[in-house]
């Protein structure tokens, strides 16, 4: 990383400064291609702190300029307030991933910051630009992370489509909070956010590891079974996608693969069971499977935060009436008439 030390430090002197580098190393990958074409990580990091210091002598900036060790963030930092984040790719594009959105690492006091973005193919290009210029999206590696992508036009930015500038984002408190929000309103029906939670009191957890179905215990198996049938009535309507939700609800929350969601609850002939007044009906699969578990099923869906209802049902929830508005769902969804009898 890169430090300074005035923070009225003048911008269009550091732009000055930033753009004469950027022809200096331009110059010097043209000349020496094979040399700049194994300038990766740190390497290139240290060849844009030489380069910014040659171009920084007689500026405001002499003598400022360092490189941070440690993973901080940006690479660069001048006067302690203007700071140069530095990105390559070995690829014929100029995307990649950016630091985080919390900005965690961010050195304190730096307050502008641009990307400086080295192409290290051949031939070797390098651009540079505002930092939050080029920021095009976020997507998840271990966390939130923003894409970048040094073609941007103005006006199509992240913050553009967040309409919340960068610099207010990054000072937020929980910046990822606000982006979790803004992608939850751009959800279509049958998507959701596979690592996110909604805000910090919904700690949405999901094992580091993903397993197949079929690797569960049988025990596990039986719970997020019953666990459906709760968070997803419509389980038992005709809909050709109505195992879709619980499918995303497996992968995303459970971190478990199921290549046939369908067989769990459907897999089977129709069976005859004999009601307690003694009435005897012939059911579907999924209707004997959720009759065999009820027992199980009231006792899940007493442990379900109502918050966590509201959401996957659509509709107001409450303690004291979750267990009617979801035989009502049931009773809507289902077809058979036997759901009558079975939800008595």
């Known amino acids: 990383m890169i430090i300074s030390v005035n923070s009225n430090a003048?911008?269009?002197?550091?732009?000055?400064?930033?753009?004469?580098?950027?022809?200096?190393?331009?110059?010097?990958?043209?000349?020496?291609?094979?040399?700049?074409?194994?300038?990766?990580?740190?390497?290139?990091?240290?060849?844009?702190?030489?380069?910014?210091?040659?171009?920084?002598?007689?500026?405001?900036?002499?003598?400022?300029?360092?490189?941070?060790?440690?993973?901080?963030?940006?690479?660069?930092?001048?006067?302690?307030?203007?700071?140069?984040?530095?990105?390559?790719?070995?690829?014929?594009?100029?995307?990649?991933?950016?630091?985080?959105?919390?900005?965690?690492?961010?050195?304190?006091?730096?307050?502008?910051?641009?990307?400086?973005?080295?192409?290290?193919?051949?031939?070797?290009?390098?651009r540079c630009r505002p930092y939050e210029e080029c920021l095009s999206d976020v997507v998840v590696t271990h966390s939130p992370r923003y894409l970048i992508d040094m073609n941007l036009k103005q006006g199509e930015t992240f913050f553009d489509k967040l309409k919340v500038p960068y610099n207010d984002l990054r000072k937020q408190n929980n910046p990822i909070q606000t982006v979790v929000k803004f992608y939850k309103q751009q959800l279509k029906s049958g998507e959701r956010l596979w690592?996110?939670?909604?805000?910090?009191?919904?700690?949405?957890?999901?094992?580091?590891?993903?397993?197949?179905?079929?690797?569960?215990?049988?025990?596990?198996?039986?719970?997020?079974?019953?666990?459906?049938?709760?968070?997803?009535?419509?389980?038992?309507?005709?809909?050709?996608?109505?195992?879709?939700?619980?499918?995303?609800?497996?992968?995303?929350?459970?971190a478990v693969v199921c290549p046939n969601v369908r067989d769990l609850y459907s897999a089977g002939g129709r069976v005859d069971i004999v009601l307690e007044n003694g009435k005897t009906i012939n059911i579907s699969q999924i209707m004997f499977r959720l009759y065999n578990n009820l027992e199980m099923i009231f006792d899940i869906l007493k442990t379900i935060p109502t918050a966590e209802l509201s959401e996957y049902w659509g509709c107001d929830v409450t303690e004291s009436n979750k267990v009617k508005v979801w035989k009502s769902m049931l009773k809507q969804c289902c077809k058979e008439t036997a759901i009558n009898e079975i939800l008595r």
């Open 195 to 254: 690592w996110m939670g909604e805000d910090d009191e919904e700690q949405t957890t999901s094992s580091l590891i993903i397993r197949l179905w079929n690797n569960l215990s049988k025990k596990e198996q039986h719970y997020y079974v019953c666990f459906g049938f709760c968070l997803f009535p419509e389980l038992l309507g005709n809909s050709m996608d109505k195992f879709n939700r619980f499918a995303l609800w497996l992968s995303t929350q459970k």
């Open 10 to 126: 003048d911008k269009s002197s550091f732009e000055g400064l930033l753009s004469c580098s950027l022809y200096t190393l331009q110059q010097r990958a043209t000349e020496y291609p094979k040399i700049y074409m194994s300038l990766l990580g740190t390497k290139l990091e240290k060849e844009i702190v030489s380069v910014l210091n040659e171009n920084a002598v007689n500026t405001p900036f002499e003598n400022s300029i360092e490189l941070v060790s440690g993973q901080k963030f940006p690479d660069i930092v001048a006067k302690k307030y203007y700071g140069v984040e530095v990105k390559t790719t070995q690829k014929n594009h100029w995307c990649t991933t950016g630091s985080s959105v919390a900005e965690g690492t961010r050195v304190s006091d730096v307050e502008r910051i641009f990307m400086l973005f080295g192409k290290m193919t051949n031939p070797v290009e390098f």
